[in-house]
């Protein structure tokens, strides 16, 4: 057996919020919609992974999801045009990431990175 995707399911009162965060501000594709579910991600090859950590690193908390993007400065200004506040950084992190931290429209703590 050969795993092929992993999903995180965030549960979401108003998806039209997640279309904001995701679809907007991160530029994610929407890959279904059904209504009552919304799936958003990228036509690019992704790495299925599952991470369990004690801390975020650095003393941060453990964030919900982490999106690798490749320019978190645009990312970082994407997220503060679309209104939504930093919760950490940007920090150059010692194990070689450049990262922040946003909370999502459902309360998700967000860490957004790309490596150096």
Do not use: C
């Given at each position: 057996?050969?795993?092929?995707?992993?999903?995180?399911n965030?549960?979401?009162?108003?998806?039209?919020?997640?279309?904001?965060?995701?679809?907007?501000?991160?530029?994610?594709?929407?890959?279904?919609?059904?209504?009552?579910?919304?799936?958003?991600?990228?036509?690019?090859?992704?790495?299925?992974q599952?991470?369990?950590?004690?801390?975020?690193?650095s003393?941060?908390?453990?964030?919900?999801?982490?999106?690798?993007?490749?320019?978190?400065?645009?990312?970082?200004?994407?997220?503060?045009?679309?209104?939504?506040?930093?919760?950490?950084?940007?920090?150059?992190?010692?194990?070689?990431?450049?990262?922040?931290?946003?909370?999502?429209?459902?309360?998700?703590?967000?860490?957004?990175?790309?490596?150096?």
């Amino acid at each position: 057996m050969k795993v092929k995707r992993i999903v995180a399911n965030v549960a979401a009162s108003d998806l039209s919020a997640a279309k904001r965060f995701y679809g907007e501000a991160l530029g994610l594709d929407v890959l279904m919609d059904h209504g009552w579910i919304a799936t958003y991600g990228s036509a690019a090859d992704m790495q299925a992974q599952i991470s369990f950590a004690a801390e975020g690193g650095s003393g941060a908390p453990v964030p919900d999801l982490s999106v690798e993007v490749d320019d978190v400065d645009e990312a970082l200004a994407r997220m503060r045009q679309a209104g939504f506040a930093i919760e950490y950084g940007p920090a150059v992190e010692p194990w070689g990431v450049r990262r922040f931290y946003v909370r999502d429209p459902f309360g998700r703590l967000v860490n957004i990175l790309a490596h150096l």
